[in-house]
């Protein structure tokens, strides 16, 4: 069996949130079907159209966005693209309108309330987040197509039924399914993981376009945060939550003037290096993101949008309080992604199949080896410092109350965040020779636990924090 080839542009995506599996997943998904329709030869010929969401798509996918997803990515938006200042009126008056302009172009009648159709109890084999789009044309013909979106924004299914990364199949110099392979190049060629990492990129484009994408990555994460640090107000949705990150940098900066990115990191190291206060700081980064997230902000999937906050706020605290360089950035996102793919590979990184040790776990993880390599740390306590990051998020629950990705994800990012700088640092302080544990024994714990795990844990909205707090789905 030929192993998955998984790129670090796979891992990391630029996106719109709230959700990589609930909004970007299925955005692409209806970008894909839309391929199909011109490829047909029938796109100018559809007279109706009509979408099913199943099971945890249905159960959670207003509150997700799932909704605006489809019906953006049919109308020709990208989530790469699209102004996020007015994305939700561009939803609203598509439809109000009750019409469709399938590519931008051709317009078709939609009803809402019929043609896009939410089966919460129906689940479809494949992955518990399925959609399926039904075209009719004026001659007559049907054209349907089944996707599922797996988590991180990746999807499979369609008519060639292959995801994205198996359509650039190239032959890597070092192929790693498991935790070991990687292990095994690092002892043999005295490598850094980020080294092994970028030497496997160079199989789908050159250097230069590596530090360009990966650049690209890290500008975005850094507008995140920015962003959110500096926007007030009420999240989405109907749980009336208050953003919190504006008000923290507020308090934390006092009354420093500065201009831009560059002069508020100034400001932050200039202010002080305490522990109190490098904690409020990676937790005001980390819920900066999030709460970005959750307003339909565009955010890197890293892995998933629901942990978006994790590997910035993580990487904000090396360049802030490590006197880290940005051209560091770079390795820490190699090596962050291979833990991201080695978990896809041999577990999941879908909470609608894991919970949210898949997300913040997986996440949490990532961002603990990314760290390790930049605070000096050999490729084994790189592993070492992911295997104890997921280690203490085995189980998490995945329990979004309202179906939104805001209580408990936002929070958790913040945890996630700190369990991560908190890992890095024991392995730093550790053998790992003589380690009990490895990652590869905890990535197979993670997928046993996942498989264990009931479905009403599992971005379901029917357990948990969200069927024991006073707010009702109605209210959303």
């Not at 507020?250 to 202010?271: A, C, F, P, R, V």
Request: aromatic content about 8%.
């Amino acid at each position: 069996m030929q192993e998955e080839q998984i790129s670090v542009f796979d891992i990391f995506k630029i996106g719109i949130g709230p959700s990589s599996s609930h909004t970007l997943g299925p955005w692409r998904a209806a970008q894909k079907f839309l391929q199909t329709l011109k490829k047909s030869g029938s796109i100018d010929t559809v007279l109706s159209l009509k979408i099913v969401l199943y099971g945890s798509l249905a159960k959670t996918g207003k509150g997700h966005g799932t909704d605006l997803a489809v019906i953006l990515g049919l109308s020709g938006y990208d989530p790469v693209t699209i102004p996020t200042h007015n994305i939700t009126e561009t939803f609203d008056i598509i439809r109000q309108s009750a019409r469709l302009q399938l590519d931008g172009k051709y317009s078709v009648p939609f009803n809402f309330a019929e043609d896009l159709e939410f089966r919460m109890f129906e689940s479809l084999p494949g992955h518990p987040n399925a959609l399926t789009f039904t075209a009719l044309t004026t001659g007559g013909s049907r054209l349907s197509e089944t996707y599922y979106s797996i988590g991180g924004g990746f999807i499979s299914g369609g008519s060639d039924d292959t995801s994205q990364t198996k359509s650039r199949r190239v032959s890597l110099v070092y192929p790693i399914e498991f935790a070991r392979d990687l292990l095994g190049y690092v002892e043999g060629s005295g490598k850094s993981i980020s080294q092994i990492v970028h030497e496997n990129e160079l199989s789908w484009r050159s250097s230069s376009e590596i530090e360009q994408e990966l650049n690209a990555i890290w500008q975005v994460m850094k507008d995140s945060v920015f962003r959110g640090c500096h926007t007030t107000g009420v999240l989405p949705g109907g749980l009336e939550v208050k953003r919190r990150a504006a008000e923290i940098n507020q308090t934390l900066l006092g009354n420093d003037h500065y201009e831009g990115y560059e002069g508020w990191m100034d400001s932050i190291q200039k202010k002080g290096s305490g522990f109190q206060y490098t904690l409020d700081w990676v937790s005001c980064f980390a819920l900066a993101v999030n709460e970005e997230n959750a307003a339909y902000g565009r955010v890197v999937t890293s892995p998933t949008n629901g942990a978006a906050g994790v590997i910035p706020a993580v990487l904000l605290y090396y360049l802030a309080f490590c006197k880290g360089k940005e051209s560091d950035v770079r390795c820490f996102l190699l090596t962050a992604s291979e833990t991201g793919c080695i978990f896809k590979k041999s577990a999941t990184i879908s909470a609608a199949m894991g919970g949210c040790q898949a997300e913040i776990g997986v996440s949490s993880a990532m961002a603990a080896s990314g760290l390790t390599e930049l605070l000096g740390g050999t490729p084994q306590q790189c592993l070492m410092a992911a295997e104890i990051a997921m280690e203490h998020h085995l189980g998490m629950t995945c329990d979004p109350v309202g179906g939104l990705v805001q209580i408990p994800c936002i929070e958790r990012n913040t945890m996630g965040a700190i369990k991560a700088i908190t890992a890095a640092q024991l392995a730093l302080h550790s053998d790992p020779k003589v380690a009990k544990v490895s990652l590869d024994n905890v990535v197979k714990t993670m997928w046993d636990t996942a498989q264990d795990m009931h479905s009403r844990y599992k971005e379901t909205s029917e357990g948990g924090l969200a069927i024991n707090i006073p707010i009702s789905l109605s209210d959303c």
